[in-house]
Protein backbone atom coordinates (compact mmCIF):
# COMPACT_ATOMS: atom_id res chain seq x y z
CA UNK A 1 0.00 0.00 0.00
CA UNK A 2 2.65 2.87 -1.19
CA UNK A 3 1.16 6.09 -2.08
CA UNK A 4 3.18 9.22 -3.11
CA UNK A 5 1.70 12.32 -2.07
CA UNK A 6 0.59 14.32 -5.48
CA UNK A 7 2.72 16.99 -5.36
CA UNK A 8 5.91 14.86 -4.99
CA UNK A 9 5.33 13.10 -8.32
CA UNK A 10 7.03 14.36 -11.65
CA UNK A 11 3.26 14.61 -13.07
CA UNK A 12 2.83 17.18 -10.49
CA UNK A 13 5.17 19.34 -11.90
CA UNK A 14 4.58 18.84 -15.70
CA UNK A 15 0.95 19.78 -14.68
CA UNK A 16 2.01 23.38 -13.14
CA UNK A 17 4.11 24.08 -16.22
CA UNK A 18 0.95 22.90 -18.12
CA UNK A 19 -0.77 25.13 -16.44
CA UNK A 20 1.33 28.43 -16.48
CA UNK A 21 1.78 27.64 -20.03
CA UNK A 22 -1.77 27.65 -21.27
CA UNK A 23 -3.80 25.81 -18.74
CA UNK A 24 -5.02 29.67 -16.74
CA UNK A 25 -5.81 30.86 -19.81
CA UNK A 26 -8.31 28.01 -20.90
CA UNK A 27 -11.00 29.66 -23.17
CA UNK A 28 -14.24 26.86 -23.15
CA UNK A 29 -15.15 28.87 -26.28
CA UNK A 30 -12.16 28.63 -28.28
CA UNK A 31 -12.18 24.71 -27.37
CA UNK A 32 -15.62 23.94 -28.68
CA UNK A 33 -14.59 26.15 -31.67
CA UNK A 34 -11.21 24.10 -32.34
CA UNK A 35 -12.62 20.45 -31.79
CA UNK A 36 -16.08 19.67 -32.71
CA UNK A 37 -15.40 16.17 -30.85
CA UNK A 38 -15.02 17.59 -27.58
CA UNK A 39 -18.61 16.66 -26.08
CA UNK A 40 -17.80 13.21 -27.30
CA UNK A 41 -14.52 13.01 -26.01
CA UNK A 42 -15.47 14.95 -22.59
CA UNK A 43 -18.13 12.85 -21.96
CA UNK A 44 -18.32 9.56 -19.61
CA UNK A 45 -21.13 6.85 -19.31
CA UNK A 46 -20.68 5.16 -16.09
CA UNK A 47 -23.39 3.00 -14.75
CA UNK A 48 -27.01 4.52 -14.59
CA UNK A 49 -24.95 8.12 -14.80
CA UNK A 50 -23.88 9.72 -17.78
CA UNK A 51 -21.58 13.16 -17.53
CA UNK A 52 -20.44 15.83 -19.81
CA UNK A 53 -17.42 16.96 -18.80
CA UNK A 54 -16.73 19.13 -21.89
CA UNK A 55 -17.33 22.15 -20.43
CA UNK A 56 -14.56 22.08 -17.83
CA UNK A 57 -11.53 23.79 -18.50
CA UNK A 58 -9.13 20.72 -19.31
CA UNK A 59 -7.68 19.44 -22.68
CA UNK A 60 -6.52 16.20 -23.74
CA UNK A 61 -3.23 16.79 -22.75
CA UNK A 62 -4.15 18.26 -19.22
CA UNK A 63 -5.92 15.27 -19.12
CA UNK A 64 -3.60 12.69 -19.88
CA UNK A 65 -1.64 14.70 -17.44
CA UNK A 66 -3.80 14.11 -14.67
CA UNK A 67 -4.13 10.49 -15.84
CA UNK A 68 -0.26 10.13 -15.36
CA UNK A 69 -0.69 12.18 -11.39
CA UNK A 70 -3.03 9.02 -11.09
CA UNK A 71 -0.77 6.69 -12.00
CA UNK A 72 2.08 8.07 -9.99
CA UNK A 73 -0.14 8.70 -6.82
CA UNK A 74 -0.80 5.28 -6.57
CA UNK A 75 -4.35 6.18 -6.93
CA UNK A 76 -5.31 2.39 -8.35
CA UNK A 77 -3.49 0.00 -5.63
CA UNK A 78 -4.79 2.68 -2.52
CA UNK A 79 -8.56 1.69 -4.45
CA UNK A 80 -7.66 -1.38 -4.46
CA UNK A 81 -6.64 -1.81 -1.32
CA UNK A 82 -10.18 0.23 0.14
CA UNK A 83 -11.80 -2.82 -1.78
CA UNK A 84 -9.97 -5.62 -0.27
CA UNK A 85 -10.78 -4.71 3.38
CA UNK A 86 -6.92 -3.32 3.91
CA UNK A 87 -6.57 -0.72 7.17
CA UNK A 88 -6.45 2.39 5.31
CA UNK A 89 -8.23 4.34 8.23
CA UNK A 90 -4.80 4.29 9.38
CA UNK A 91 -5.40 7.17 12.25
CA UNK A 92 -8.68 4.74 13.99
CA UNK A 93 -6.68 1.79 12.78
CA UNK A 94 -9.69 0.84 10.50
CA UNK A 95 -10.93 -0.96 7.42
CA UNK A 96 -12.86 1.41 5.13
CA UNK A 97 -15.39 -1.36 3.61
CA UNK A 98 -18.62 0.66 2.87
CA UNK A 99 -18.26 -0.99 -0.68
CA UNK A 100 -19.02 -4.20 1.02
CA UNK A 101 -22.36 -3.34 2.06
CA UNK A 102 -23.53 -3.48 -1.24
CA UNK A 103 -22.96 -6.44 -3.43
CA UNK A 104 -25.48 -8.99 -3.20
CA UNK A 105 -25.40 -12.19 -1.17
CA UNK A 106 -24.10 -15.00 -3.76
CA UNK A 107 -20.72 -12.05 -5.15
CA UNK A 108 -17.40 -13.62 -5.24
CA UNK A 109 -15.27 -12.56 -2.44
CA UNK A 110 -11.46 -12.55 -2.60
CA UNK A 111 -10.89 -13.72 0.86
CA UNK A 112 -12.31 -15.52 3.61
CA UNK A 113 -12.15 -12.64 5.59
CA UNK A 114 -14.14 -10.91 3.12
CA UNK A 115 -16.85 -13.92 2.54
CA UNK A 116 -17.29 -14.02 6.39
CA UNK A 117 -18.10 -10.57 6.55
CA UNK A 118 -20.72 -10.34 3.74
CA UNK A 119 -22.09 -12.91 5.46
CA UNK A 120 -22.85 -10.47 8.11
CA UNK A 121 -23.96 -7.83 6.15
CA UNK A 122 -26.31 -10.42 4.20
CA UNK A 123 -27.72 -11.65 7.59
CA UNK A 124 -28.14 -7.78 9.21
CA UNK A 125 -29.48 -6.55 5.83
CA UNK A 126 -32.47 -9.32 5.76
CA UNK A 127 -33.12 -8.97 9.23
CA UNK A 128 -33.69 -5.18 8.40
CA UNK A 129 -35.35 -5.61 5.55
CA UNK A 130 -37.78 -7.95 7.10
CA UNK A 131 -38.38 -5.13 9.98
CA UNK A 132 -38.97 -2.53 7.68
CA UNK A 133 -41.13 -4.86 5.69
CA UNK A 134 -42.90 -5.20 8.86
CA UNK A 135 -43.67 -1.68 9.79
CA UNK A 136 -44.78 -1.40 6.62
CA UNK A 137 -47.97 -3.48 6.79
CA UNK A 138 -48.04 -2.05 10.38
CA UNK A 139 -51.08 -0.33 10.19
CA UNK A 140 -50.89 0.96 13.37
CA UNK A 141 -47.61 2.82 13.00
CA UNK A 142 -48.32 6.02 11.58
CA UNK A 143 -45.03 7.97 12.29
CA UNK A 144 -41.69 6.95 11.43
CA UNK A 145 -39.51 9.35 13.89
CA UNK A 146 -35.40 9.17 12.60
CA UNK A 147 -32.97 10.68 15.63
CA UNK A 148 -29.69 10.84 14.69
CA UNK A 149 -27.34 13.78 13.33
CA UNK A 150 -24.43 13.46 10.76
CA UNK A 151 -23.94 10.30 8.69
CA UNK A 152 -26.95 8.94 10.93
CA UNK A 153 -29.00 11.90 9.48
CA UNK A 154 -27.99 13.15 5.97
CA UNK A 155 -28.19 10.25 3.98
CA UNK A 156 -31.37 8.53 5.24
CA UNK A 157 -33.06 12.04 5.27
CA UNK A 158 -31.55 13.19 1.60
CA UNK A 159 -32.34 9.36 -0.06
CA UNK A 160 -36.18 9.61 1.65
CA UNK A 161 -36.41 13.01 0.09
CA UNK A 162 -34.92 11.82 -3.29
CA UNK A 163 -37.50 8.83 -4.01
CA UNK A 164 -40.16 10.28 -2.29
CA UNK A 165 -41.85 8.88 -5.27
CA UNK A 166 -41.22 5.22 -4.49
CA UNK A 167 -42.70 5.44 -1.08
CA UNK A 168 -45.85 3.29 -0.71
CA UNK A 169 -46.38 3.31 2.47
CA UNK A 170 -48.32 6.31 3.33
CA UNK A 171 -46.30 6.50 6.17
CA UNK A 172 -44.82 9.49 7.19
CA UNK A 173 -41.16 10.24 7.52
CA UNK A 174 -39.54 12.31 10.30
CA UNK A 175 -35.55 13.28 11.13
CA UNK A 176 -34.74 15.29 13.82
CA UNK A 177 -31.16 15.92 14.34
CA UNK A 178 -30.47 19.25 16.24
CA UNK A 179 -30.07 18.91 19.86
CA UNK A 180 -32.43 22.26 19.81
CA UNK A 181 -35.08 21.15 21.61
CA UNK A 182 -37.41 23.04 19.00
CA UNK A 183 -36.66 20.35 16.47
CA UNK A 184 -37.78 17.41 18.55
CA UNK A 185 -40.37 19.63 20.39
CA UNK A 186 -42.10 20.55 16.83
CA UNK A 187 -42.12 17.37 15.96
CA UNK A 188 -43.29 15.02 18.79
CA UNK A 189 -46.12 18.10 19.03
CA UNK A 190 -47.52 16.04 15.56
CA UNK A 191 -47.41 12.47 17.11
CA UNK A 192 -49.12 9.94 19.28
CA UNK A 193 -47.11 7.78 21.42
CA UNK A 194 -49.17 4.59 20.27
CA UNK A 195 -49.13 4.94 16.56
CA UNK A 196 -44.91 6.23 16.33
CA UNK A 197 -41.62 4.28 15.61
CA UNK A 198 -38.76 5.70 16.78
CA UNK A 199 -35.12 5.02 15.00
CA UNK A 200 -32.67 5.70 17.12
CA UNK A 201 -29.45 5.89 14.69
CA UNK A 202 -26.13 6.44 15.88
CA UNK A 203 -22.60 4.42 14.80
CA UNK A 204 -21.21 5.37 18.08
CA UNK A 205 -24.51 5.07 20.32
CA UNK A 206 -22.29 8.31 22.70
CA UNK A 207 -23.09 11.38 20.61
CA UNK A 208 -24.62 14.16 22.45
CA UNK A 209 -27.25 15.42 20.25
CA UNK A 210 -28.62 11.94 19.31
CA UNK A 211 -29.09 10.65 23.12
CA UNK A 212 -30.33 13.73 24.26
CA UNK A 213 -33.13 13.95 21.77
CA UNK A 214 -33.52 10.22 22.68
CA UNK A 215 -33.55 10.34 26.19
CA UNK A 216 -36.66 13.61 25.57
CA UNK A 217 -38.32 10.96 23.03
CA UNK A 218 -38.11 8.26 25.53
CA UNK A 219 -39.39 10.32 28.36
CA UNK A 220 -42.45 11.74 26.26
CA UNK A 221 -43.17 8.28 25.13
CA UNK A 222 -43.77 7.44 28.66
CA UNK A 223 -45.58 10.48 29.86
CA UNK A 224 -47.72 10.07 27.02
CA UNK A 225 -48.86 6.51 28.34
CA UNK A 226 -46.63 4.80 25.60
CA UNK A 227 -45.75 0.81 26.35
CA UNK A 228 -43.63 -1.77 24.83
CA UNK A 229 -40.64 0.48 23.87
CA UNK A 230 -39.45 -2.80 22.36
CA UNK A 231 -42.20 -2.15 19.53
CA UNK A 232 -42.43 1.61 19.70
CA UNK A 233 -37.89 2.35 19.40
CA UNK A 234 -35.27 0.33 17.49
CA UNK A 235 -31.76 1.42 17.60
CA UNK A 236 -29.23 1.74 14.59
CA UNK A 237 -25.69 1.02 15.72
CA UNK A 238 -22.46 -0.49 16.09
CA UNK A 239 -22.96 -0.34 19.99
CA UNK A 240 -25.32 -2.51 20.92
CA UNK A 241 -24.65 -2.98 23.84
CA UNK A 242 -24.92 0.63 24.63
CA UNK A 243 -28.57 0.70 23.03
CA UNK A 244 -29.30 -2.14 24.78
CA UNK A 245 -27.87 -0.44 28.29
CA UNK A 246 -30.37 2.53 27.16
CA UNK A 247 -33.70 0.14 27.09
CA UNK A 248 -33.94 -0.29 23.39
CA UNK A 249 -33.77 -4.07 22.36
CA UNK A 250 -34.98 -3.99 19.02
CA UNK A 251 -31.44 -3.09 17.27
CA UNK A 252 -30.17 -3.13 13.90
CA UNK A 253 -26.02 -3.52 13.82
CA UNK A 254 -23.50 -2.75 11.55
CA UNK A 255 -19.38 -2.46 12.01
CA UNK A 256 -16.78 -0.28 12.67
CA UNK A 257 -15.47 -0.55 9.33
CA UNK A 258 -18.10 1.58 8.11
CA UNK A 259 -17.78 5.38 8.31
CA UNK A 260 -20.49 7.59 9.89
CA UNK A 261 -21.02 9.29 6.84
CA UNK A 262 -21.17 6.38 4.12
CA UNK A 263 -23.39 4.48 6.65
CA UNK A 264 -26.54 5.29 4.42
CA UNK A 265 -26.28 1.81 3.14
CA UNK A 266 -26.18 -0.07 6.59
CA UNK A 267 -28.93 -0.26 8.86
CA UNK A 268 -28.94 3.39 8.86
CA UNK A 269 -30.90 3.24 5.78
CA UNK A 270 -33.81 1.54 7.64
CA UNK A 271 -35.57 4.69 7.11
CA UNK A 272 -34.99 4.36 3.48
CA UNK A 273 -36.16 0.88 3.70
CA UNK A 274 -39.54 1.61 5.44
CA UNK A 275 -39.93 3.82 2.59
CA UNK A 276 -39.42 2.17 -0.31
CA UNK A 277 -39.50 -1.25 0.89
CA UNK A 278 -36.99 -4.15 0.71
CA UNK A 279 -36.93 -4.23 -3.06
CA UNK A 280 -35.92 -0.80 -3.82
CA UNK A 281 -33.69 -0.78 -1.02
CA UNK A 282 -32.21 -3.73 -2.83
CA UNK A 283 -32.44 -1.62 -6.08
CA UNK A 284 -30.53 1.03 -4.53
CA UNK A 285 -27.57 -1.22 -2.87
CA UNK A 286 -27.46 -2.50 -6.71
CA UNK A 287 -26.99 0.58 -8.11
CA UNK A 288 -23.99 1.66 -5.57
CA UNK A 289 -22.48 -1.76 -6.32
CA UNK A 290 -22.70 -0.99 -10.13
CA UNK A 291 -20.99 2.11 -9.95
CA UNK A 292 -18.55 0.52 -7.52
CA UNK A 293 -17.51 -1.94 -10.03
CA UNK A 294 -17.13 0.78 -12.93
CA UNK A 295 -14.64 2.32 -10.14
CA UNK A 296 -12.65 -0.76 -9.89
CA UNK A 297 -12.32 -2.33 -13.48
CA UNK A 298 -12.93 0.91 -16.00
CA UNK A 299 -9.58 1.77 -16.92
CA UNK A 300 -9.02 5.60 -15.68
CA UNK A 301 -9.45 6.94 -19.07
CA UNK A 302 -13.08 5.75 -19.01
CA UNK A 303 -13.66 5.65 -15.28
CA UNK A 304 -16.19 8.68 -14.24
CA UNK A 305 -15.37 8.87 -10.71
CA UNK A 306 -11.68 9.00 -11.41
CA UNK A 307 -12.08 12.07 -13.86
CA UNK A 308 -14.35 13.69 -11.95
CA UNK A 309 -11.74 13.66 -9.06
CA UNK A 310 -8.96 14.08 -11.23
CA UNK A 311 -11.13 17.52 -12.18
CA UNK A 312 -11.03 18.29 -8.77
CA UNK A 313 -7.61 18.35 -8.01
CA UNK A 314 -7.20 20.56 -11.43
CA UNK A 315 -9.00 22.88 -9.91
CA UNK A 316 -8.47 23.12 -6.40
CA UNK A 317 -4.53 23.11 -6.56
CA UNK A 318 -4.02 24.66 -10.21
CA UNK A 319 -6.76 26.88 -10.77
CA UNK A 320 -7.19 27.87 -6.98
CA UNK A 321 -10.79 27.00 -6.86
CA UNK A 322 -11.92 27.39 -3.45
CA UNK A 323 -15.40 25.97 -3.58
CA UNK A 324 -18.02 23.89 -6.17
CA UNK A 325 -21.75 24.72 -6.20
CA UNK A 326 -24.38 21.42 -6.67
CA UNK A 327 -27.05 22.53 -8.22
CA UNK A 328 -29.91 19.43 -8.68
CA UNK A 329 -32.61 20.17 -11.17
CA UNK A 330 -34.84 17.96 -9.28
CA UNK A 331 -36.35 19.20 -5.98
CA UNK A 332 -36.43 15.89 -4.69
CA UNK A 333 -32.45 15.83 -4.80
CA UNK A 334 -33.14 19.36 -2.80
CA UNK A 335 -30.68 17.84 0.46
CA UNK A 336 -27.90 16.64 -2.21
CA UNK A 337 -25.67 19.28 -1.50
CA UNK A 338 -26.08 19.70 2.19
CA UNK A 339 -24.78 15.14 2.42
CA UNK A 340 -22.08 16.30 -0.18
CA UNK A 341 -21.09 19.08 2.31
CA UNK A 342 -20.45 15.92 5.29
CA UNK A 343 -19.06 13.66 2.57
CA UNK A 344 -16.63 15.69 1.02
CA UNK A 345 -15.48 18.41 3.67
CA UNK A 346 -15.49 15.85 7.06
CA UNK A 347 -13.59 13.54 4.47
CA UNK A 348 -11.00 15.67 2.85
CA UNK A 349 -11.11 18.68 4.96
CA UNK A 350 -7.73 17.49 5.97
CA UNK A 351 -4.76 19.94 6.43
CA UNK A 352 -2.15 17.37 7.13
CA UNK A 353 -1.28 13.76 4.84
CA UNK A 354 -1.87 10.66 6.07
CA UNK A 355 1.52 10.57 7.69
CA UNK A 356 0.96 14.08 10.00
CA UNK A 357 2.84 16.36 7.23
CA UNK A 358 1.27 19.48 6.89
CA UNK A 359 0.44 19.95 3.73
CA UNK A 360 1.44 22.76 1.21
CA UNK A 361 -1.37 22.96 -1.17
CA UNK A 362 -5.27 22.88 -0.36
CA UNK A 363 -7.44 20.63 -0.36
CA UNK A 364 -11.41 20.02 0.28
CA UNK A 365 -13.28 22.91 -1.52
CA UNK A 366 -16.59 23.90 -0.33
CA UNK A 367 -19.37 22.07 -2.52
CA UNK A 368 -22.75 24.22 -1.60
CA UNK A 369 -25.73 24.66 -3.38
CA UNK A 370 -29.41 24.73 -3.76
CA UNK A 371 -32.13 22.89 -6.19
CA UNK A 372 -32.46 24.58 -9.25
CA UNK A 373 -34.18 26.72 -10.75
CA UNK A 374 -34.43 28.19 -7.29
CA UNK A 375 -31.10 28.72 -7.13
CA UNK A 376 -31.36 30.98 -10.37
CA UNK A 377 -33.18 33.74 -8.33
CA UNK A 378 -30.42 33.83 -5.79
CA UNK A 379 -26.98 33.48 -6.00
CA UNK A 380 -26.47 32.65 -9.53
CA UNK A 381 -26.12 36.14 -10.18
CA UNK A 382 -22.36 35.90 -8.37
CA UNK A 383 -21.83 32.90 -10.28
CA UNK A 384 -22.39 34.19 -13.97
CA UNK A 385 -20.95 38.00 -12.81
CA UNK A 386 -19.13 37.47 -9.50
CA UNK A 387 -14.93 38.31 -9.24
CA UNK A 388 -14.66 34.26 -8.21
CA UNK A 389 -15.15 31.51 -10.46
CA UNK A 390 -16.83 28.77 -9.03
CA UNK A 391 -17.53 25.53 -11.05
CA UNK A 392 -20.95 24.45 -10.93
CA UNK A 393 -21.74 20.51 -11.15
CA UNK A 394 -25.28 20.37 -12.47
CA UNK A 395 -27.82 17.48 -12.26
CA UNK A 396 -30.67 16.56 -14.29
CA UNK A 397 -32.92 13.92 -14.52
CA UNK A 398 -34.42 12.94 -18.26
CA UNK A 399 -37.58 11.60 -16.77
CA UNK A 400 -40.20 13.44 -14.83
CA UNK A 401 -42.70 11.22 -12.70
CA UNK A 402 -45.69 13.39 -12.31
CA UNK A 403 -48.10 14.55 -15.27
CA UNK A 404 -47.76 18.42 -14.81
CA UNK A 405 -47.03 18.37 -18.97
CA UNK A 406 -45.19 21.80 -19.37
CA UNK A 407 -42.85 21.50 -16.47
CA UNK A 408 -40.61 19.31 -16.96
CA UNK A 409 -39.51 20.79 -20.19
CA UNK A 410 -39.16 24.30 -19.22
CA UNK A 411 -36.92 22.78 -15.94
CA UNK A 412 -34.62 20.75 -18.64
CA UNK A 413 -34.37 23.91 -20.85
CA UNK A 414 -33.36 25.72 -17.69
CA UNK A 415 -30.99 23.47 -16.61
CA UNK A 416 -29.13 23.72 -19.97
CA UNK A 417 -29.63 27.29 -20.60
CA UNK A 418 -27.53 27.92 -17.39
CA UNK A 419 -24.63 25.72 -18.01
CA UNK A 420 -24.69 27.03 -21.82
CA UNK A 421 -24.88 31.12 -20.05
CA UNK A 422 -22.12 29.93 -17.94
CA UNK A 423 -19.87 28.91 -20.69
CA UNK A 424 -21.03 31.28 -23.80
CA UNK A 425 -20.95 34.55 -21.50
CA UNK A 426 -22.60 37.90 -23.61
CA UNK A 427 -20.31 40.72 -24.25
CA UNK A 428 -21.88 44.18 -23.20
CA UNK A 429 -19.81 47.03 -23.46
CA UNK A 430 -21.69 48.71 -20.82
CA UNK A 431 -20.07 46.48 -18.13
CA UNK A 432 -22.92 45.71 -15.61
CA UNK A 433 -25.02 43.95 -18.80
CA UNK A 434 -21.63 42.10 -19.29
CA UNK A 435 -21.32 38.16 -18.94
CA UNK A 436 -17.52 36.92 -19.02
CA UNK A 437 -18.77 33.20 -19.70
CA UNK A 438 -15.69 30.92 -19.73
CA UNK A 439 -17.16 29.82 -16.48
CA UNK A 440 -16.89 26.00 -15.88
CA UNK A 441 -19.37 23.27 -15.28
CA UNK A 442 -20.17 19.69 -15.00
CA UNK A 443 -23.41 18.30 -16.36
CA UNK A 444 -24.49 15.34 -14.35
CA UNK A 445 -27.07 12.88 -16.53
CA UNK A 446 -29.54 10.45 -15.11
CA UNK A 447 -32.72 9.03 -17.16
CA UNK A 448 -34.90 8.55 -14.17
CA UNK A 449 -34.45 9.33 -10.56
CA UNK A 450 -34.74 5.87 -9.05
CA UNK A 451 -33.23 3.69 -6.42
CA UNK A 452 -30.77 2.05 -8.26
CA UNK A 453 -29.75 5.49 -10.07
CA UNK A 454 -29.49 7.16 -6.83
CA UNK A 455 -27.58 4.36 -5.53
CA UNK A 456 -25.32 4.90 -8.48
CA UNK A 457 -24.83 8.68 -7.97
CA UNK A 458 -24.17 8.60 -4.65
CA UNK A 459 -21.70 5.86 -4.85
CA UNK A 460 -20.09 8.02 -7.72
CA UNK A 461 -19.77 11.07 -5.30
CA UNK A 462 -17.94 8.84 -2.39
CA UNK A 463 -15.30 7.74 -5.13
CA UNK A 464 -14.19 11.06 -6.36
CA UNK A 465 -13.92 11.82 -2.97
CA UNK A 466 -11.47 8.89 -2.43
CA UNK A 467 -9.91 10.11 -5.44
CA UNK A 468 -9.00 13.66 -4.54
CA UNK A 469 -8.27 12.02 -1.00
CA UNK A 470 -6.23 9.76 -2.49
CA UNK A 471 -3.93 11.94 -4.50
CA UNK A 472 -3.54 14.03 -1.54
CA UNK A 473 -2.33 11.76 0.44
CA UNK A 474 -4.67 12.71 3.22
CA UNK A 475 -6.75 9.97 5.36
CA UNK A 476 -10.35 10.66 3.93
CA UNK A 477 -12.11 8.33 6.47
CA UNK A 478 -10.80 10.15 10.15
CA UNK A 479 -12.68 13.19 11.87
CA UNK A 480 -10.42 14.40 14.25
CA UNK A 481 -11.85 17.73 13.72
CA UNK A 482 -15.34 17.95 14.90
CA UNK A 483 -13.86 16.22 18.46
CA UNK A 484 -12.57 19.64 19.68
CA UNK A 485 -15.98 21.30 19.88
CA UNK A 486 -17.20 18.30 21.48
CA UNK A 487 -14.66 18.72 24.53
CA UNK A 488 -15.35 22.41 24.85
CA UNK A 489 -19.25 22.39 25.05
CA UNK A 490 -19.15 19.66 27.92
CA UNK A 491 -17.01 22.29 29.87
CA UNK A 492 -18.83 25.08 28.75
CA UNK A 493 -22.56 23.27 29.61
CA UNK A 494 -22.48 23.14 33.52
CA UNK A 495 -20.75 26.90 33.44
CA UNK A 496 -24.23 27.81 32.28
CA UNK A 497 -25.34 27.14 35.65
CA UNK A 498 -22.71 27.99 37.60
CA UNK A 499 -21.54 30.92 36.03
CA UNK A 500 -18.34 30.14 36.66
CA UNK A 501 -15.61 31.28 33.92
CA UNK A 502 -12.44 30.68 35.38
CA UNK A 503 -10.01 30.04 32.25
CA UNK A 504 -12.06 31.12 29.30
CA UNK A 505 -11.22 33.67 26.83
CA UNK A 506 -12.78 36.98 27.31
CA UNK A 507 -15.21 36.71 24.17
CA UNK A 508 -16.55 33.72 25.50
CA UNK A 509 -16.64 34.15 29.04
CA UNK A 510 -18.30 38.29 28.46
CA UNK A 511 -20.84 35.85 25.82
CA UNK A 512 -21.51 33.21 28.40
CA UNK A 513 -22.60 35.97 31.04
CA UNK A 514 -24.73 37.37 28.48
CA UNK A 515 -26.65 34.05 28.42
CA UNK A 516 -26.77 33.70 31.74
CA UNK A 517 -28.19 37.41 32.81
O1 LIG B 1 -19.24 14.48 14.91
C1 LIG B 1 -19.15 13.99 13.60
C2 LIG B 1 -19.70 12.64 13.54
O2 LIG B 1 -18.83 11.78 14.18
C3 LIG B 1 -19.95 12.18 12.11
O3 LIG B 1 -18.83 11.66 11.52
C4 LIG B 1 -21.05 11.22 12.30
O4 LIG B 1 -21.72 10.95 11.10
C5 LIG B 1 -21.90 11.95 13.31
O5 LIG B 1 -20.97 12.54 14.16
C6 LIG B 1 -22.86 11.10 14.09
O6 LIG B 1 -22.21 10.08 14.77
P1 LIG B 1 -23.00 8.87 15.35
O7 LIG B 1 -23.65 8.16 14.23
O8 LIG B 1 -21.98 8.02 16.05
O9 LIG B 1 -24.03 9.39 16.32
Not at 249 to 267: E, I, M
Not at 388 to 410: C, M, N, Q, S, Y
Amino acid sequence: MTRTRCDRTPAWAQLEAAYQADGKDFDLRDAFAADPQRFAQFSQAAPLVFADLSKNRIDAATQELLFQLARESGLLAHRDAMFAGEVINTTEQREVWHTLLRPPADATTASAHEAQALAQVHGTLDAMLAFAEAVRADGAIADIVNIGIGGSDLGPQMAVLALDAFATTGKRMHFVSNVDGHELAATLAKLKASSTLFLVASKTFTTIETMTNAQSAKRWFTTQGGVDIARHFAALTTNVAAANDFGITTTFGFWDWVGGRYSLWSAIGLPLAIAIGADGFRAFLAGAHAMDQHFRSAPLEANLPVRLGLLDVWYRNFHGFTSRSIAPYHSALRRLPAYLQQLEMESNGKRVDASGAELPFGTSPVPWGESGTNGQHAYFQMLHQGTDVVPVEFVAVKKARHTLGAHHPLLLANVLAQAQALMVGKADAGGHKHFPGNRPSTFLLLDDLTPASLGALIALQEHRVFVSGALWGINSFDQWGVELGKVLAKDIAPRLDSGDTTGLDGSTAGLLGMLRA
